[in-house]
């Protein structure tokens, strides 16, 4: 009855996203790459650890092509 | 109207151009356009990018074209990523982004902040605070080789003139200590300006009716400061950091003018660097790796870039 009385309204974009893709969601992973790629350029330019120089361009690769990837996800 | 636009259109068009057209559907008349643009790209842009990320398994010497070239996977990556010179450079290339962003967004802020106040020769004051950013790096870089100049230079007079130190007794591009400041303060005082402009548009898009409401609220100036001004100019700052950061990493003509990487290798930024790796010892597969390296940081900032202009847009 109370349904029928309801006026439809427009999904929000975290309703129109269907539930088991729900977890690929842009904005969270968008900021993970973004932290990644943060992290990346910190350890290729601090002065202290030799290994994290080392693996710094790993990290910001992973974090750019992440971000690349991550940035086709829906809203 | 629009009717006779479009029959102006076509009878302006060559006949032979438009017999040459007749027949073809809109799309492909649309990529007939748009294909030399993405074959120019192709050319320009995307083929040395991946012709360099080829080089950069190899150990290919440019100045030796006839010379054998290996296949030697990822060597190349791990004697940069171990190399503790590189290393060093990229500390230096870090210390002259730091304080070149934070000098730069402090003195640049305030100079917006007082530039927005109106007073009389506002306009003046701007168009001279501006011109520095106007000149060419080559021309900055020559000019204040003379101003650092220790026997004729203007600027050691003026240190000397406010600390009471003789004049002669120190030499901002010849110290291993004052050479990394040196460029610092030559890239603040021409690029300050051009955060101040994105400061100045962050400060004049906020309305003045924010600021009437405060007021009505009783806020002080310190409150008004930080809960209206600083969270709404904030991302024309991230902005402004984002561009000077990207801007400063790839930094090289100032620098050479100005000290040549020396003393040492003590102002040895990473572009001057890869120069020296690619056009002085010929490494080119070894510099190949370096500029990829550079290219990945650099474009990872860009996406933040994007990013955070995307979020100004949606203000």
Same mark, same amino acid.
Not at chain 1, 26 to 55: C, D, H, K, N, T
Not at chain 2, 39 to 53: D, G, H, K, R
Not at chain 2, 65 to 78: H, Q, S
């Given at each position: 009855?109370?349904?029928?009385?309801?006026?439809?309204?427009?999904?929000?974009?975290?309703?129109?996203?269907?539930?088991?893709?729900?977890?690929?969601?842009?904005?969270?992973?968008?900021?993970?790459?973004?932290?990644?790629?943060?992290?990346?350029?910190?350890?290729?330019?601090?002065?202290?650890?030799?290994?994290?120089?080392?693996?710094?361009?790993?990290?910001?690769?992973?974090?750019?092509?992440?971000?690349?990837?991550?940035?086709?996800?829906?809203? | 109207?629009?009717?006779?636009?479009?029959?102006?259109?076509?009878?302006?068009?060559?006949?032979?151009?438009?017999?040459?057209?007749?027949?073809?559907?809109?799309?492909?008349?649309?990529?007939?356009?748009?294909?030399?643009? &993405?074959?120019?790209? *192709? @050319?320009?842009? %995307?083929?040395?990018?991946?012709?360099?990320?080829? $080089?950069?398994? !190899?150990?290919?010497?440019?100045?030796?074209?006839?010379?054998?070239?290996?296949?030697?996977?990822?060597?190349?990556?791990?004697?940069?990523?171990?190399?503790?010179?590189?290393?060093?450079?990229?500390?230096?290339?870090?210390?002259?982004?730091?304080?070149?962003?934070?000098?730069?967004?402090? &003195?640049?802020?305030? *100079? @917006?902040?007082? %530039?927005?106040?109106?007073?009389?020769?506002?306009? $003046?004051?701007? !168009?001279?605070?501006?011109?520095?950013?106007?000149?060419?790096?080559?021309?900055?870089?020559?000019?204040?080789?003379?101003?650092?100049?220790?026997?004729?230079?203007?600027?050691?007079?003026?240190?000397?003139?406010?600390?009471?130190?003789?004049?002669?007794?120190?030499?901002?591009?010849?110290?291993?200590?004052?050479?990394?400041?040196?460029? %610092?303060?030559?890239?603040?005082?021409?690029?300050?300006?051009?955060?101040?402009?994105?400061?100045?548009?962050?400060?004049?898009?906020?309305?003045?009716?924010?600021?009437?409401?405060?007021?009505?609220?009783?806020?002080?100036?310190?409150?008004?400061?930080?809960?209206?001004?600083?969270?709404?100019?904030?991302?024309?700052?991230?902005?402004?950091?984002?561009?000077?950061?990207?801007?400063?990493?790839?930094?090289?003509?100032?620098?050479?003018?100005?000290?040549?990487?020396?003393?040492?290798?003590?102002?040895?930024?990473?572009?001057?660097?890869?120069?020296?790796?690619?056009?002085?010892?010929?490494?080119?597969?070894?510099?190949?790796?370096?500029?990829?390296?550079?290219?990945?940081?650099?474009?990872?900032?860009?996406?933040?870039?994007?990013?955070?202009?995307?979020?100004?847009?949606?203000?």
């Amino acid at each position: 009855m109370s349904m029928s009385s309801q006026t439809p309204e427009s999904p929000t974009p975290a309703e129109s996203v269907p539930s088991g893709r729900r977890i690929f969601v842009r904005g969270p992973w968008e900021m993970a790459a973004s932290i990644l790629i943060g992290l990346g350029v910190v350890m290729l330019m601090q002065p202290f650890v030799l290994w994290a120089y080392s693996w710094s361009f790993p990290v910001t690769l992973i974090g750019t092509v992440m971000f690349i990837v991550v940035s086709h996800f829906p809203d | 109207m629009s009717h006779s636009v479009i029959a102006r259109a076509a009878e302006a068009t060559p006949p032979g151009l438009a017999r040459r057209f007749k027949g073809l559907s809109d799309r492909a008349i649309a990529w007939s356009f748009v294909a030399p643009t &993405i074959f120019l790209l *192709l @050319a320009v842009n %995307i083929f040395p990018l991946i012709w360099t990320i080829r $080089l950069s398994f !190899t150990n290919f010497r440019a100045n030796r074209p006839n010379a054998e070239v290996e296949w030697i996977g990822l060597r190349n990556y791990d004697r940069i990523l171990t190399d503790s010179d590189i290393w060093q450079t990229m500390q230096a290339t870090a210390h002259f982004l730091c304080w070149t962003i934070v000098l730069q967004v402090l &003195i640049g802020f305030s *100079l @917006a902040w007082l %530039i927005n106040r109106k007073f009389k020769g506002n306009d $003046l004051w701007t !168009t001279i605070i501006v011109l520095p950013m106007m000149l060419s790096p080559a021309v900055v870089g020559n000019f204040w080789t003379f101003l650092y100049q220790p026997q004729i230079g203007l600027f050691n007079y003026v240190v000397a003139f406010f600390t009471g130190a003789d004049p002669t007794s120190f030499s901002m591009i010849g110290s291993v200590s004052l050479a990394p400041w040196a460029i %610092i303060i030559v890239d603040t005082w021409m690029w300050t300006p051009f955060v101040m402009l994105i400061c100045l548009a962050g400060l004049r898009s906020i309305p003045d009716s924010i600021y009437e409401a405060a007021e009505c609220d009783r806020a002080s100036k310190w409150r008004q400061f930080w809960t209206i001004t600083l969270p709404m100019t904030l991302p024309f700052l991230m902005l402004a950091v984002l561009f000077r950061g990207i801007e400063n990493f790839k930094m090289f003509d100032l620098v050479v003018q100005l000290t040549g990487g020396g003393p040492g290798n003590t102002t040895t930024l990473t572009s001057i660097d890869l120069k020296r790796e690619a056009f002085e010892k010929w490494r080119t597969g070894y510099a190949s790796a370096y500029a990829i390296i550079l290219f990945v940081t650099v474009f990872g900032l860009a996406s933040i870039y994007v990013k955070a202009l995307n979020k100004v847009k949606e203000r």
